[in-house]
């Protein structure tokens, strides 16, 4: 049985798409609904983005955010408001034309963002530089007509936050955005295991009326990168556009500076692309629903099952704890725990109450460890965090060994082609040599990281002088 149950995840190396698609049905993440491209999220999967929501919000509030939430239709003159932002978003727009049997006086459109709604309401509620800065955030839904869709990467609908801030000045709003990216990179890095390039967008894959967009990239087992999370600087644009003004210290007008940030449930594609491995999915241990399955061994004997519910009380105190008591067999309990990923799984037979000891098996590396049973509230915390760092430093072995230099067009086709994962190279800023990149090697640009090396003196695509360096890679 447990033979069998492994063997329907398609390997990762023979077909990632498919592998995929089978750790979202086998490891009961997530399922397909009756409208295209919106997914059904599964109470695992759900689990794991209470457990992100519950790291975030608490560092927003840390940060002095509150959480609010604004309406889910927004009318279509409150959108055309900001001309750049609606033509970026107008090729994804949901729209409601009509209430029941009566055809709507104005469209509405369904929340594929909503700086414009935060806009209206910070241009009522702010008339002082006392009343600012606004640190507001919301948890909710967007939709997004989407093309191709694939759960959590890409969906109609997704969950995320929207972080929409106001500010003073543009000092306060640029360290506000960096402030934000560094909260998801430490969610990145700290609580998924997922290693990121943190940097900026270029001009052309920047948020649709802002003036700066900084990126987490992260990179999956395939090659491909994955946008992560991103936080904006807004400038004056949305301010100008909405009349966000507000009286300074000597009674003057002023516009508002502006930032906006989210991440999205795409995180759990993130850690089924990076860490899961072809027996199912590898859950990072600081989200992980359960962080330990007992299973017990020979539970019809006596005094088995008593001494696994005993360990479960006393690791309920550390650690999520679940007891498996089913009467299916010991080695299918172990292909489930496995499949979904589970870090670690408790063993305990009558041999082992017999020698006051348990058997603790790593997801990540399939280890197995014999420790005392009076050690379990030192062991088992200190094993949670190997296993965090194992996963992480495995995670960013994948990118040091998948990042390669380019200085001229031929080394880096020959790198898209050869190889996968970030190119390094250097650019001169004009968006003819960005696109003409993307057309010739299929390659975007990911990020103009934060932290600047320098190859080369010339652009890799037109040879003129440059001097930044961009990572570019296929992305998701």
Excluded at 250 to 257: R, S, T
Excluded at 387 to 413: C, P, Q, R, S, Y
Aim: aromatic share 10%; with cysteine; net charge negative.
């Amino acid at each position: 049985m447990s033979k069998k149950m492994v063997e329907q995840i398609t390997s990762r190396d023979e077909d990632f798409a498919q592998w995929y698609t089978d750790i979202v049905k086998k490891a009961e993440l997530a399922d397909y609904s009756s409208v295209r491209g919106c997914m059904i999220i599964r109470p695992y999967a759900y689990a794991m983005w209470e457990n992100i929501q519950s790291y975030l919000d608490k560092r927003f509030k840390e940060t002095g955010h509150q959480n609010v939430y604004m309406p889910l239709f927004i009318p279509e003159s409150l959108l055309q408001k900001e001309k750049d932002h609606i033509e970026g978003f107008a090729p994804e727009v949901a729209w409601v034309t009509h209430g029941g049997n009566e055809e709507l006086t104005e469209k509405l459109c369904v929340r594929p963002t909503s700086e414009t709604l935060f806009c209206e309401h910070y241009a009522k509620i702010v008339q002082s530089y006392k009343d600012l800065p606004k640190l507001y955030n919301q948890w909710c839904s967007v939709v997004r007509w989407e093309k191709t869709t694939r759960p959590f990467l890409r969906t109609t609908e997704f969950l995320w936050q929207e972080g929409h801030t106001i500010h003073e000045t543009k000092k306060e709003a640029q360290e506000e955005t960096t402030r934000m990216l560094n909260v998801y990179s430490d969610l990145c890095e700290k609580v998924l295991a997922i290693p990121v390039l943190k940097g900026q967008k270029t001009d052309s894959e920047k948020f649709a009326g802002g003036e700066a967009t900084y990126t987490i990239e992260a990179l999956m087992h395939d090659g491909k990168a994955l946008q992560a999370g991103t936080s904006h600087y807004l400038g004056q644009n949305f301010a100008k556009s909405f009349g966000m003004q507000y009286s300074d210290k000597e009674g003057k007008l002023q516009y508002v500076y502006q930032t906006s940030w989210g991440v999205t449930t795409r995180l759990l594609g993130a850690i089924i692309m990076v860490h899961g491995d072809d027996n199912g999915l590898v859950v990072p241990p600081r989200i992980a629903p359960t962080q330990v399955i007992i299973v017990p061994i020979a539970q019809h004997k006596e005094g088995v099952l008593d001494k696994a519910n005993e360990l479960k009380d006393r690791i309920a105190k550390f650690a999520r704890v679940k007891l498996d008591d089913s009467d299916k067999m010991a080695g299918w309990k172990f292909s489930e725990y496995e499949m979904k990923g589970v870090p670690v799984r408790l063993e305990v037979g009558p041999k082992d109450i017999e020698k006051n000891q348990v058997v603790l098996v790593r997801r990540d590396s399939g280890e197995k460890i014999i420790v005392s049973m009076d050690n379990l509230e030192k062991d088992i915390p200190d094993l949670l965090d190997k296993i965090h760092d194992g996963m992480f430093e495995k995670a960013k072995n994948l990118i040091e060994n998948n990042t390669n230099n380019a200085v001229n067009m031929e080394e880096f086709k020959d790198i898209m082609e050869n190889k996968i994962g970030f190119v390094k190279a250097m650019w001169c800023g004009d968006a003819k040599c960005e696109e003409k990149i993307k057309e010739v090697t299929g390659a975007s640009s990911r990020c103009i990281p934060f932290e600047q090396e320098h190859i080369s003196d010339t652009c890799v695509c037109c040879g003129k002088k440059a001097d930044k360096l961009v990572y570019w890679g296929k992305a998701y």
